[in-house]
């Protein structure tokens, strides 16, 4: 009788088969120490890609957050100082600008594409719906707040990411750990049968 076992982590070493005591990878003969190490170091390939698609995106929030501050930044400093003040539609172009050439996007006419990005719904070109020449004191406070909140998601989904990576990053060293003391427990049956030989 012969019994498979298959499933998507045993992809790397194919269908293994247990017959007449002995196990097949295919239809080549192994043994059980070579079968879990082949699994082992394909978990970790796997669990390395899974981590460096994380970090990645992890670096793309840090970067989006930074811009994010940025912007902020900028929209504090031409906040007017009172309630009767304005801030021009040029100065938050000219804002947008700079923190889209930070981030590299392209332009989209006249108008800079982190404010779609971010989904600002603030300043429009001219001939756009809803364009504006100039902003209210009141108006800059509730795009402070859309930033505020912005940044507050990212940094929350940043931390949930943080978590994740750790869970991997243990599945990973576990794995390393079973390849360690399965080679090492072959290392040490190969020198108990050197030193049985006669």
Same mark, same amino acid.
């Given at each position: /009788?012969t019994?498979?076992?298959?499933d998507?982590?045993?992809?790397?070493?194919?269908?293994?088969?247990s017959? =007449?005591g002995?196990?097949? #990878?295919?239809?080549?003969?192994?043994?059980? #120490?070579?079968?879990m /190490?082949?699994?082992?170091?394909?978990?970790?390939?796997?669990?390395?890609?899974?981590?460096?698609?994380?970090?990645?995106?992890?670096? %793309?929030?840090?970067?989006?957050?930074?811009?994010?501050? =940025?912007?902020?930044?900028?929209?504090?400093?031409?906040?007017? #100082?009172?309630s %009767?003040g304005t801030v021009?539609?040029?100065?938050i172009?000219?804002?947008?600008?700079?923190?889209?050439?930070?981030?590299?996007e392209?332009?989209?006419?006249?108008?800079?594409?982190?404010?779609?990005?971010? %989904?600002?719904?603030?300043?429009?070109?001219?001939?756009?719906p809803g364009?504006?020449?100039?902003?209210?004191q009141?108006?800059? %406070?509730?795009?402070?707040?859309?930033?505020?909140?912005?940044?507050?998601?990212?940094?929350?989904?940043?931390?949930?990411?943080?978590?994740?990576?750790?869970?991997?990053?243990?599945?990973?060293?576990?794995? /390393?750990? /079973?390849?360690?003391?399965?080679?090492k427990a072959?290392?040490q049956?190969?020198?108990?049968?050197?030193?049985?030989?006669?």
């Amino acid at each position: /009788m012969t019994n498979t076992v298959s499933d998507a982590s045993s992809n790397a070493i194919g269908t293994v088969s247990s017959k =007449d005591g002995s196990f097949y #990878s295919g239809d080549k003969k192994t043994n059980l #120490s070579s079968l879990m /190490m082949n699994l082992m170091v394909s978990r970790v390939k796997s669990v390395d890609g899974v981590l460096t698609g994380m970090i990645n995106e992890m670096n %793309d929030n840090n970067k989006q957050t930074k811009l994010m501050n =940025d912007y902020l930044s900028g929209l504090r400093e031409l906040r007017p #100082s009172n309630s %009767d003040g304005t801030v021009s539609f040029t100065k938050i172009k000219e804002l947008q600008t700079k923190i889209g050439d930070e981030s590299g996007e392209a332009r989209l006419g006249t108008r800079v594409d982190v404010s779609r990005a971010w %989904d600002l719904g603030f300043v429009y070109a001219p001939g756009y719906p809803g364009y504006k020449t100039k902003f209210t004191q009141s108006e800059i %406070d509730q795009q402070i707040e859309v930033m505020k909140s912005k940044i507050s998601s990212v940094n929350s989904n940043q931390q949930m990411a943080q978590i994740k990576l750790e869970k991997y990053n243990n599945v990973r060293n576990e794995s /390393m750990q /079973m390849v360690s003391t399965i080679m090492k427990a072959a290392h040490q049956t190969l020198l108990s049968i050197i030193n049985n030989l006669p």
